[in-house]
Structures are given as C-alpha cells and as structure tokens.
C-alpha cells in the first residue's frame, strides 16, 4: 500500500487527532451498523439504550433488507428494525436503511470488477426501502436514486455514512463472524475508513466488532453451539468466549471489551426485560437462539482507527513467497487470517518496514503471527529511523496480537525484523503502528490493551480475587487507574487490584469496571464478570 500526497497526509493526520476519544464523554455521535435487521439489536442494544440515556445521537444502520424469501418479506423486516428502535428511544428517522440484498456482500466484496452488478436471492439489483431515514433507501434518499448493488455502491454509501454523521464510535460485527454477510459489512467498513483517512476526510471513529455467528478459520463449531441455551431467569450469564476463537482465529479473548447492560436488561421478566423485548420485535426471526443474546453484557474487539497509522504508509519488505501469495499488502490490510497474510522467502533475517512522506509520533506497534502453525516468529526487532531499537518477544502463535508499546518517538519510518523463527515462511498476519502526526500538540487518550483479566471466571464465597489490566498511553503521559464493583468491594493498587467477595451469596455476578486516565482529560474504561461460585439462591 501506499500513501497520498503529503498535504492530503497531514490533513488526515491532524484530523485524526483532534477526533473525540475520552470513553465516556457525553455528546457523542454513535454509530451501529447491522448487517441484517435484527443484527443491530443483538450485538448492540445495551450499547444504544446507554448511549441514549446519556444523551448521545444514535443512528443505527442496517446494510441488508434481509429478504432472502422475498423483497415483500425485506419491507416487512424494516418494520420490524424500526419498531425495535423506537423501544430503544431512537426514532424512526435515525434508522438507515442502506437497502443491499441478502447474501449479497460477499460477492460484492470479492468482484474483481467495482462495477458489475450483482442480482439477489430475492431477484433484486438495485438498493430499495421504504422506511426509516428519508422514507427510503439510503443512496435514494441523499442522492435520488437507487444505487446498483456493485462493490462501488457499498463502499461509496458507507464512506458517505462516515462523513455524514461523524461517528465518535460504531458498533458492528466481525470480519471473522461466520457468514458472508456479516464479514463484508466489517470488510466494507475497513476499507471505507481506509480510504477517507487517506484522503484527508474524518475524523475516523474508534470501531467496536462483535459476533453473532461464532468465528471460525479451520475449525468446525456446530457440534459446540454459541452462545448457548441456557435455562434460568433473563438476563442469561455474562457470554462465553466463542468456542473456535482460541485455536483458529487471530481474536483474542483477553483483548475484549465487555460493557454492561443498562438495568432495563437486567429484569428476570422476559415482559420486562428490554433487551428481550426489543429481540421480540423481530418476530418474523425470533427465536430461542436470539433470545440466547439476552445477557449481563455485550462484547466487542476495538479497531483503534483514530491512531492506526499505518494506511497512511508506504509498505516494503526484504521479500516475499515465491509461491505468488503473501503479498506485503496482505500484512497492512486490517485482517489477520490465513488469506491475509505477508509470507517472506527467507528462513532467517526477513523484515517489513513502514515509511511515512512526513515525521509521526509513535508509541505502540501491534504484530500479529501468520497463523499457520508451521511458521512462527521466535524473536523480532523493532527499528526506528531514529536509531533506536526495541526488542520483541516470540509472537503469540495462532495469530493473536502482540502490542508493543515503547516510549514515543518522532521518527519517518519502522522496520520489524524477524531475529528467529520456525518453519519455511516465517513473516506476519498484521502488523499496525498507532500515533499521531508529529506536528499535531493535541492529547491522544489512553488504550486499554488487555483487560481487566480476573484471574479466574469465579471465586469462592470470601475469597480474593486478584485482577488486572495493561494500558498505553501513546504520549507517554503517566496514567492513573481507577477501580469499582457492583458487589463486594475492591482495592486497586495501579494496574492490578483484589476484588473482596466477604457476604456475598452464590451466583452473585460481579461487575468489576477499571477506568484508565491520563490526567489531561482522556480516559479508557473496561468492565470484567466475576461470579460468586456455588449454586444461585431462588
């Protein structure tokens, strides 16, 4: 890949960094986006109640009509996303629908040609509604007319849904979430906040990727469904890792974020209980597997846009396979699996570099492994243009991310170089450098890295409970950790703390939430679940 213009450059740069990024400052834009109606609620509607008690513009997106049986039944689903809004508080005219076939993004991601068009299971070619923002489809209602379901369509309405409404976060699925669908909406969203910081046009939002189709890369999870059935009163137990997630998959559990639902989605009622109720809405999809998202909490994977600098770079490697795949571009392209990925040509010694047209401030550079087990790098060297030079442990293998923060330093490029190494094709699934332009002054938040990690999922009744969490400050501003609990109580000593579980009855669920400041305003924030082991009190 490589960069623009050097003032188009600075543009996006400076953009980047004056872009909201305190958690938890009220008079935020938030953004969900859905791939099918119904989508937006299950990963999200805990996060939009919140965001609309606090006061904050909520839209909610929906890329596909759904209509796989029919454009009849596509119209029907609107209704049916609308009126689950409206018992989240948001009205109907921040409901968007972009109006795209069911089962089609993933052909349109994959067309080598931006303009062919593709026909739909339900014989439709061109974005079509009747509700929502405008009374219509999107494309329609801000330029006129339908737009034809081509690659080109898709990217340009979700770069123009970016700049229209400047979200401060979106939330949306996975590109590793098992279904087409699903992987092209996260896909499309990259690639069009790629795009817009290239040219200059943001702020880029920070973006939160959830899953409702368990991921899997090799594995085959049908016989271990998720997130389960379980039994018992709503709200169901905090979610359970998905199950192909450790093996198979470049996503890291540890690295989640996990936000706690608001109280109307605590109530053991289904009647009362509004995250259940909102899935009702859905009736013509309701069933006991949506009912299963009914939990204390949703989850999330953070894509920290606002400070990946690395679209804006220009990419070269000492070499690359033979074979003709695992190209250098694969390594800067947002996804880490097995088709994604940089293979060198040399066993020992290889290297990938990222150059900058101008100087930026860097604190973190995260690396992911390639995720075939055979090739796995051992030790590595991160090397500025500075003269300086940070080592880097072995990788984790499967493709997990690493990130390794340093001290901030003003450098024009990074080179990564594989010391030591297993296998044939040693080289990386990923790699991102985060920072800001040299030249902007402004303050860059905190990032929480991994955590709050309990040391285990339960504890005893009056047993402690030791949790912690690691944090980066891309400044190098000292931070300042603050902890609570919704049950028991809990003393924080800095980046670690014990949670005190004394009088508490079996079953009790913790909520233990760990806030992360830099003293000049900008903050991060994550939550854990603990529960109390022994058998609930009924």
Not at 159 to 170: G, N, W, Y
Not at 425 to 451: C, D, V
């Amino acid at each position: 890949m490589s960069g623009t213009g050097g003032s188009r450059i600075l543009v996006s740069l400076l953009l980047v960094l004056l872009a909201p990024g305190a958690a938890g400052a009220k008079g935020r834009s938030i953004l969900v986006i859905g791939p099918h109606p119904d989508d937006e609620a299950l990963v999200a509607a805990g996060r939009v109640r919140s965001a609309v008690l606090a006061g904050d513009t909520v839209h909610l997106v929906v890329v596909t009509n759904g209509d796989l049986d029919g454009k009849s039944v596509g119209l029907n689903r609107e209704g049916e996303s609308v009126n689950a809004a409206d018992l989240l508080g948001v009205p109907e005219s921040a409901v968007v629908f972009l109006g795209y076939g069911d089962q089609t993004l993933h052909p349109l991601w994959t067309s080598t040609d931006p303009d062919r068009v593709v026909t739909s299971p339900a014989k439709q070619s061109a974005t079509y509604g009747e509700r929502g923002f405008g009374g219509k489809d999107f494309h329609s209602a801000v330029t006129g007319r339908p737009a034809p379901y081509t690659r080109r369509s898709v990217l340009e309405d979700f770069q123009t849904l970016i700049t229209r409404f400047r979200p401060d976060e979106v939330y949306t699925v996975s590109d590793r979430d098992n279904h087409g669908d699903h992987a092209g909406t996260a896909r499309f969203l990259h690639q069009a906040l790629v795009e817009l910081e290239r040219a200059g046009k943001g702020p880029i939002p920070r973006v939160f990727e959830s899953a409702v189709w368990a991921p899997y890369a090799n594995g085959d999870c049908t016989e271990r469904p998720w997130p389960g059935r379980d039994k018992g009163p709503l709200p169901y137990p905090p979610f359970p890792p998905p199950p192909c997630i450790v093996d198979d998959t470049a996503l890291d559990w540890s690295q989640v974020r996990r936000f706690p639902v608001p109280p109307e989605m605590l109530a053991p009622e289904p009647s009362r209980n509004l995250k259940h109720r909102v899935l009702v809405a859905y009736h013509s999809q309701f069933s006991d597997f949506l009912a299963s998202f009914v939990r204390r909490d949703e989850f999330f994977w953070v894509r920290e846009e606002p400070t990946d600098l690395t679209p804006l770079a220009r990419v070269s490697v000492s070499s690359e396979s033979s074979e003709g795949d695992g190209g250098r571009e694969h390594a800067v392209d947002g996804f880490a699996d097995l088709e994604h990925e940089w293979k060198s040509g040399d066993a020992h010694g290889a290297w990938i570099q990222l150059d900058w047209p101008e100087p930026v401030r860097l604190g973190l550079v995260r690396l992911w492994d390639r995720l075939d087990r055979h090739d796995n790098v051992l030790a590595g060297t991160l090397s500025f243009s500075d003269g300086s030079t940070v080592e880097v442990p072995a990788l984790p293998p499967t493709g997990k991310p690493l990130p390794v923060t340093f001290s901030p330093r003003t450098v024009s490029w990074v080179r990564f170089t594989i010391d030591r190494s297993e296998g044939y094709n040693p080289g990386l699934a990923e790699i991102e450098a985060h920072g800001a332009s040299a030249r902007g002054t402004g303050n860059l938040p905190p990032q929480i890295l991994r955590g709050p990690m309990p040391a285990a999922s339960s504890v005893p009744a009056g047993q402690p409970l030791t949790l912690s969490v690691e944090a980066a400050d891309l400044d190098g501003d000292p931070l300042q950790y603050a902890w609570a609990t919704t049950a028991g109580s809990i003393a924080g000593k800095g980046a670690s703390a014990v949670l005190a579980s004394q009088g508490l009855a079996p079953g009790t669920v913790c909520v233990v939430t760990v806030t992360v400041s830099d003293g000049r305003g900008g903050v991060d924030r994550n939550s854990a679940f603990v529960t109390v082991a022994g058998k609930p009190r009924r």
